[in-house]
């Protein structure tokens, strides 16, 4: 068969497995929401047991994490996230689940090599973006805050 | 109805996602750092804070809500001691969340065998 490239790709795309996206995104919905709701109550109960607001959103997704982190241990995540997709992946849950497995996947090339290294793979791009975009929000901020004092004064 | 309202954003930041998942073909690492920077950006213009309120733990549980943490605790360590809060500000406000995930996962790679992927 003499295809070019243009016609492969409309073949394969063709041919493709169609991705049930409706199917996906209503597991996906109701499973996150699930999440979020069972989390929504954690921190309620934090809060009702007197811990303050900070506190208890902190402990709320320290909990989530840890039930994360022995689902994934278990072998129970990725079975379940098979069917939840960006339900459990949207979640905190998702985060921790990523540290987890890369930490658990890696134990074999060592502490400092494995584990240390590759318990970042996920978590280190996440964690270098979200905080240098919080360190570019806080100069704008400052500067902000400078010019206004600067102005009103 | 407060639970409702937690479930219903919670659920839908999630479908947004699968939407990005299923139409680019983007892997779970990108959408997450995608979602921890949208919640910075949305918490620093005062979007996400208005969220928060509204829908609780449906706004602080997905990872956008990891991101306005950093925002908001930016915001009121610049407010209380200026510029050094630039620097202090987002990692202190995540602290709780960064040393359980990765505690956590470390005790857990000793303690765990990694499973065969089927």
């Known amino acids: 068969m003499n295809t070019d490239n243009k016609t492969y790709k409309k073949y394969a795309a063709g041919r493709a497995k169609k991705s049930p996206i409706l199917k996906n995104c209503a597991s996906a919905f109701a499973s996150g929401g699930a999440i979020c709701a069972a989390g929504h109550g954690l921190r309620r109960l934090f809060i009702y047991a007197g811990l303050s607001d900070d506190n208890a959103g902190m402990l709320t997704s320290s909990a989530l994490i840890l039930i994360a982190v022995l689902l994934t241990g278990f072998g129970v995540f990725d079975t379940v996230a098979k069917h939840t997709g960006a339900g459990t992946l949207v979640p905190i849950t998702g985060f921790a689940n990523a540290v987890a497995s890369s930490a658990i996947d890696s134990r074999t090339e060592g502490l400092v090599p494995g584990i240390g290294a590759k318990i970042f793979t996920v978590a280190g791009p996440v964690l270098v973006w979200g905080i240098s975009a919080g360190a570019v929000w806080g100069i704008v901020y400052f500067l902000v805050g400078a010019v206004f004092m600067k102005g009103g004064t | ?118």
């Open chain 2, 1 to 118: 109805m407060e639970y409702l309202r937690a479930f219903t954003v919670g659920g839908a930041l999630c479908v947004l996602a699968q939407i990005l998942i299923d139409k680019t073909r983007m892997s779970p690492g990108r959408i997450l750092v995608i979602y921890v920077v949208a919640g910075v950006a949305l918490g620093a213009v005062g979007l996400y804070g208005p969220l928060v309120e509204f829908a609780g733990g449906g706004a602080t549980v997905p990872l956008t809500g990891f991101g306005w943490l950093i925002s908001e605790g930016v915001r009121k360590a610049v407010d209380a001691e200026g510029a050094v809060g630039i620097l202090k500000g987002g990692v202190s406000a995540a602290a709780g969340g960064i040393t359980a995930a990765l505690f956590f996962g470390a005790v857990a790679s000793l303690v765990f065998r990694s499973k065969p992927k089927r």
